[in-house]
């Protein structure tokens, strides 16, 4: 397995990658257009942190690929471009952003080709009195049939932030399975009621929904948990 590693020292924004492919990218206070082309057959896992980056990624997926990519995003404005450009390949990518300010983040899927597949979650803490939107296209082309597309987009405001979701689904073949949900509000208090019922403090459990929330669908190793734990255990602190 291949090992790749990105931080704000990136030499080439044109990047291929023709072998199963690991990649860590750290990114902080950066604003660069990023490609990445994934050949045909790649098995590729992405492990991202960005910290108030303006950053557009693109990701070129061709046939038979298998790409998991698990992104946390802090105070970023990034749009993220995701093309399905052949067969029997399949994405799941999960963001997870942490809000302070007032930003965007814009996401679009693509799919170019027929057979492919994609789940996309996306999911905010906004902080403070702060606007945070997401804008998430979906599009299936007409002759991109066997597609299944599903979108799952959420935000949590902690206080009375102003947050938006725009989720739009453009769809032009009938041969295809897709969904996608919106929900703005915050954390469900008989969830939290029941745990402090159960001998925590409320602190103790804000903690835990946040984690929940923010990295409980994503497949993680030990390191990359702990990693995105500690970053989260800092929100409100």
Known sequence: MNKLI?????????????????????FNELEKDVTI??????????????????????????EDCDVVINKLSIDCSDTVTIEMNNINSKIKYSTSVINYLDNNYTQKVLHNSSNTKSVIVNHCINVEDN???????????????????????????????????????????????????AYIGTFDEEDKFYMMSRGLTSEECDDLLIKAFLIGSMK??????????GIIEKINK
């Open 6 to 26: 990105l931080d704000n020292n990136i030499e080439t924004t044109d990047i291929f990658i023709d072998t199963d492919t690991d990649m860590v990218a750290d």
């Open 37 to 62: 082309h994934i050949a045909k057959g790649v098995c590729f896992k992405g492990f991202v942190k960005t910290n108030k980056t303006k950053n557009q990624v693109n990701y070129l997926i061709d």
């Open 131 to 181: 606007e945070f939107k997401f804008i998430v296209d979906g599009i299936i082309k007409r002759d991109s049939s066997d597609v299944n597309f599903k979108q799952d987009n959420k935000i949590i405001n902690l206080k009375d932030g102003k947050s938006n979701i725009l989720p739009n689904l453009i769809v032009d073949n009938s041969e295809i399975e897709a969904s996608h949900s």
């Open 220 to 229: 993680l190793e030990d390191n990359e948990r702990e990693i995105f734990s």
